[in-house]
């Protein structure tokens, strides 16, 4: 692999130590952070060197020692002004390690897929440390997304981020952003704050809760139906369903968005429909919940022609059949997917006491076009 620098940008010291003509031992002894007569962040940009070359025992012991350098080297490395793909090595081998992201993210040289990587999975007060730097967010917009999907960032810093897209008219890459500028149009964004917010705490609960509850949807619901064929809560997601009604209207959205199969499908049933369309498109929705969620009968037209417009979807047999039957569908979806069903489903749908008369009126005329 080549390197991602240009040797003579380092002392004659550590330019022999990564020359192909070097020793194995000399760069054995290099990976494990002992280059004499070299600055301190010279010896990180040699060890991140060796970390991604093509001598793999050197390499191995080099990603080690990225992520255990001795005090004083660490130091005095996070004090200097690292290059580009140095900080993005020590990123990599840091990840855990809160104080090192922390100093590492407000690096002016980090590029934006290595702030995107601490980003991810990074703690609290690391996207506290990222959220402050608005310029570099607003240039890097794909930033924002990822602060967003971690769950470890407050809300109110979620809420906040968002509403700096949309006011300087960027458009975030977020299925649901219209929904959150709709939805923070109706809230007081608060200021950035230590203290954290009622709704950092709800939020929160609701993170807690979801951990707490374990919903397979291929095999259970988050509802069952009484006697008189009306849902009501299984008595296991009653905690969840408190936390999350709680919440604020954004903080449901993003809890839509990012939380668990067991929120989706409670959230996918809310009255607002800006909170019921984010749990239907959110990326992490799988089929299990689709297929439940088409069969539903309570279940709004809106979300029902979300899913319909979704060729991915529609080509499951399941979510085909349950959306033709489902009363809600709208007729003009149910006419277009009447040709692509099994001929004994569209017999049993001609027959049937369960679907509206205009259903089994278009099954039939489907049957008699087969004939033909």
Known sequence: MPLPFDLTDLPAPAQRILSPEAPAAMRLMAA????????????????????????????????????????????????????PWVIGAMIRANIKREEVVAALVTMPRIETDALKEATTTCSERVTEVIATNKARLLRSPSVIVKLYKNPKTRMSTADRLVDLAHRN??????????????????????????????????????????????????????????????????????????????????????????????ERMILVRDTNRLVARAAIRSEMVQEPEVVRISANRQITADILMIIAKKSDWVKNGSIK???????????????????????????????SKSVSAAVSTLARQQLSRKRK
Do not use: C, W
Request: aromatic share 2%; glycine share 6%.
């Open 169 to 262: 008219g960027v458009e975030l890459d977020l299925p649901i952003f219209r929904e959150l500028v709709e939805a923070l149009q109706e809230q007081l964004i608060p200021e950035p704050d230590e203290a954290l917010t009622f709704d950092d705490l709800t939020f929160r609960d609701a993170d807690a809760r979801a951990k707490e509850t374990d919903i397979d949807p291929l095999h259970e619901d988050t509802h069952t139906l009484d006697d008189t064929g009306e849902e009501k809560l299984a008595e296991k997601v009653l905690p969840l369903y408190a936390a999350l009604a709680e919440m604020s209207l954004s903080g449901k959205i993003r809890r839509a968005t990012i939380g668990s199969a067991a």
């Open 32 to 83: 494990r952070g002992v280059v004499p007569g070299v600055k301190p962040a010279d010896v990180v940009a040699v060890v991140a060197a060796l970390a991604s070359g093509e001598d793999e025992a050197a390499a191995g012991v080099a990603r080690t020692t990225l992520g255990d350098l001795p005090p004083p080297i660490l130091a005095s490395a996070l004090a200097a002004d690292l290059a």
């Open 321 to 351: 059949l349950n959306l033709v039957s489902n009363p809600k569908t709208p007729l003009p979806v149910v006419s277009k997917l009447i040709p692509y069903l099994q001929e004994h489903e569209v017999r049993n749908l001609a027959r």
